[in-house]
């Protein structure tokens, strides 16, 4: 059976991990995935050698080619299941699933309402999403948190199934497990995603800028791992509050094996994470993790048990919880090995690939039984 994964984002982030995931997962399977993404992104790069890949032209201004382009490549190649991601993703897979009357489910990795810059801009996709999503024949939601958000859009509750998103296995490497006693005298935070307003690496430079300056605590190095639109402000601000030896602008990193390795604290500091996949990375790698308490991180962290949790948007929270860690490194180690305990215990052997095989099946009326139990 041919599945149609669409995903046209034109950054690096946690949906584009998790496609590439997905079609890592069904190589040499009952499925043929087929991928949908704009041509000459670092997402169409990587997953170029995964699955057979389609591209779309990487110019705004052609757009308006996406629809025709995508019903030409579903009938040529005889989709049986469109599989969309993302709300662009969404629009683009639904309208031409539905014109051409081919199945379709939609992956929600994130809500329009609270993902979007300004409030008219946002009430049109959140409009928009949900007569989408209510066209689908199936909407997986990546965490209770969604679950309980699509039920105010008044999906009908058959049509909403939880799964969590994974990492990928195949990417590791008990060597970049590190969970040593810290030798340095200052710590190494990182920040790992799209650089986007609305994932809070502006937050986290107040942060750093507090401890550094306010503070007088220099024993911090920060490393902001992603690009995005907002990498110039970031840019700017770093220069203006004087911290350029303490934080860096890494850009995209293909491979986040060696970065987990060498930091000590992985932040995150979003005002909104539907899941929070990077929190999940960081719990695999043993890292200890500071997140915000938002969306479905708390259904990874329980606050001071394997992490944590600040209060959402609240710079001087972020801020006392990063001197806390400064000044207690052995919290560091403890709350790293309880979020490695944790991944062994409940994430390790999740089968986010039978429960997605279950969804095809159902989807295209061969309904097979789910093994797995709900976390």
Not at 161 to 180: A, L, S
Not at 225 to 245: C, F, M, N, T, V
Request: aromatic content about 10%; some cysteine; proline content about 1%.
């Amino acid at each position: 059976m041919k599945i149609l994964l669409i995903n046209i984002g034109r950054s690096y982030g946690g949906v584009e991990k998790f496609c590439e995931h997905l079609c890592e997962e069904f190589q040499n399977s009952d499925f043929k995935m087929y991928v949908l993404a704009i041509n000459k992104t670092n997402f169409y790069k990587k997953v170029s050698n995964k699955a057979i890949t389609i591209s779309l032209p990487n110019n705004k201004l052609l757009a308006f080619c996406y629809i025709p382009l995508t019903i030409y490549n579903i009938i040529h190649y005889k989709i049986d299941l469109v599989h969309c991601n993302g709300l662009l993703s969404s629009i683009l897979g639904t309208i031409c699933a539905k014109l051409l009357k081919v199945k379709v489910i939609t992956t929600v990795h994130g809500i329009a309402e609270y993902d979007q810059k300004g409030k008219l801009f946002a009430n049109m996709k959140n409009k928009l999403e949900k007569r989408m999503l209510r066209l689908n024949n199936k909407c997986i939601c990546v965490s209770k948190y969604v679950y309980n958000y699509l039920l105010l859009y008044k999906i009908y509750k058959d049509k909403l199934k939880i799964i969590y998103n994974k990492t990928y296995e195949g990417d590791f490497e008990e060597e970049y497990y590190t969970n040593k006693d810290i030798q340095n005298s200052h710590i190494i935070i990182t920040t790992i995603g799209r650089l986007e307003e609305v994932k809070g690496q502006r937050i986290l430079m107040e942060a750093v800028d507090n401890v550094i300056n306010k503070f007088h605590c220099k024993s911090i190095q920060c490393i902001i791992a992603g690009d995005g639109s907002d990498k110039d402000y970031l840019r700017k601000k770093i220069k203006q509050y004087g911290i350029e030896e303490y934080v860096k602008l890494r850009g995209f990193i293909s491979d986040v094996n060696v970065l987990y390795k060498n930091v000590d604290v992985v932040i995150v500091p979003s005002f909104i994470e539907t899941f929070g996949l990077v929190v999940l990375e960081a719990m695999k790698y043993g890292k200890c993790i500071v997140a915000s308490n938002t969306g479905g991180i708390p259904e990874l962290i329980k606050n001071n048990e394997n992490g944590l949790l600040f209060n959402t948007g609240n710079i001087e929270d972020l801020t006392f919880k990063i001197l806390y860690l400064i000044n207690n490194k052995e919290a560091i180690k403890k709350l790293g090995n309880k979020a490695r305990a944790k991944y062994e215990t409940c994430w390790r052997k999740y089968d986010m690939k039978k429960l997605y095989k279950d969804v095809y099946y159902e989807v295209l009326g061969k309904k097979e039984e789910s093994l797995n139990d709900d976390i």
